[in-house]
Each structure stands twice: as C-alpha cells, then as structure tokens.
C-alpha cells in the first residue's frame, strides 16, 4: 500500500505570504504527527492528532502556525504571515495506536520563504 | 523535560569497518528510545527502538543499540558498514507520559562511508 504521502514537495513562497501543506496518512492509521526539520539540527515535534481527541499543539512555535485533520484522515498544517525562520522542511507521520506501532515518515515538503 | 545529544555532526568510515554513533539523553526517569536513519532522498526509517527489558536491542540492516542508565546513553553499533549505510542518523526520545510518537531528536550524525 501506499505511504505517508506529502504536497507539495516543494514550496517556495514570499516571506508574508500563507501556505498551508498537506499529508495524506496511510490508511487506517489513527495517529499523525507534524515535525519540522531546520538546516543542520534535527527535527522539532510540532502537533499530534490522535483519532477523535483533541490535539497536542504544544509543539507549534507561534500563533502563526495552526493544524487540521479532516475526518480522521487528511491533515493539513498552515502558516500565517510566513517568515525566513519558517524555511524548514516540514514532515508529518502517521502511526497505529500503541507503542508497537512504528512512526511512519512522509518525504516531507521542502518550503523557502524568500 | 527530556533532551537528546548526538556529540558527533559527521563520521567517516572505510566500508567494512565497525561503526558506533554515540547518543545521550536526559530525562527524569526510563526514556523511550529511539534510531532513526534518514537516507538521501528519503523519508525518516526506524532502526530499532528501546522500551524496557533487555538493555541491548536489534534492529534492520545489522544494527544494534545498547541502554546504558548508568551513562545515560543508547549508542548505535554494526559490526561492519556498506556503502548502502552512508545515510543521517537520529537518536530520539520520547516520555512514557505522552504519545510514544512525540519524540525530541537529537541534531543528527551524518555518516560518510568511504571505499
């Protein structure tokens, strides 16, 4: 079956400017994380959305940032009034519930904010 | 709140040769473990990971990690590297008290594996 798939790929925006990116989970998994990865340090947990419950946000760095997850499957992550700091790449996963259940990683989407 | 150190950015090592990548955390009490490998183009893959138990844990592609409380580390180990491992490497881990899925990682050791 298909993975963690992710769009765009890329995303090159001007720095004030809205974008909001987009994961599809695999199918079936009740569980998503959104991660962001900065040049050269590792990745910074953003929000997590586990079924019907209400998410964990505590991750989001500002008000800027906000997240939804339609009918339990797609997630989509916006950013307001984009900043040079935001150039990152962004990645989401999914997972079962339990801790049985590896994180499964998406390609990520590349975004620049000139 | 937990924080995980990777002391080496980048490691270069001849194929065939041993390979170990050093990972510390901090956190008040029995962490959850975790390797990652990202490799060139490529989504985030888990090695293996430490919950409880046995202190020394195997994962994919001939890879093993030993828990040491004590030092508070969970160095990454194979015996002998390809040239198919030249990849980025996370340690991360994650609280008992949260979703399992919500880690801190450390910053990453990128390995370069040479002929």
């Known amino acids: 079956g298909a993975g963690v798939s992710q769009s765009p790929s890329n995303k090159v925006t001007e720095k004030g400017k809205d974008v909001e990116l987009r994961c599809d989970p695999i199918s079936g998994h009740t569980a998503l994380y959104w991660y962001r990865q900065s040049l050269g340090q590792g990745l910074e947990f953003l929000i997590y959305?586990?079924?019907?419950?209400?998410?964990?946000k505590s991750g989001l760095p500002s008000d800027r940032f906000s997240a939804e997850r339609t009918g339990g499957s797609v997630s989509t992550l916006t950013i307001q009034r984009t900043q040079q700091e935001d150039s990152a790449v962004y990645l989401c996963a999914s997972s079962y519930t339990g801790s049985n259940s590896p994180l499964h990683f998406g390609n990520g989407t590349r975004l620049t904010v000139t | 709140a937990q924080s995980v150190t990777q002391p080496d950015i980048h490691i270069t090592v001849s194929e065939g040769a041993s390979l170990e990548l050093r990972c510390n955390y901090s956190?008040?009490?029995?962490?959850?473990l975790f390797w990652y490998v990202q490799s060139p183009g490529q989504g985030l893959q888990l090695l293996l990971k430490?919950?409880?138990?046995?202190?020394l844990v195997q994962g994919i592609k001939g890879f093993e990690a030993e828990f040491k409380r004590s030092q508070s580390s969970f160095n990454l180990r194979k015996p002998s590297v390809h040239w198919s491992d030249a990849a980025e490497y996370f340690c991360?881990?994650?609280?008992?008290?949260?979703?399992?899925?919500?880690?801190?990682f450390g910053a990453g050791t990128q390995v370069v594996v040479t002929p």
């Open positions: 430490y919950f409880s138990g046995d202190t």
């Open positions: 991360a881990v994650g609280a008992e008290t949260d979703s399992w899925g919500k880690l801190q």
């Open positions: 959305f586990q079924g019907n419950s209400a998410p964990d």
């Open positions: 956190y008040g009490a029995t962490p959850y």
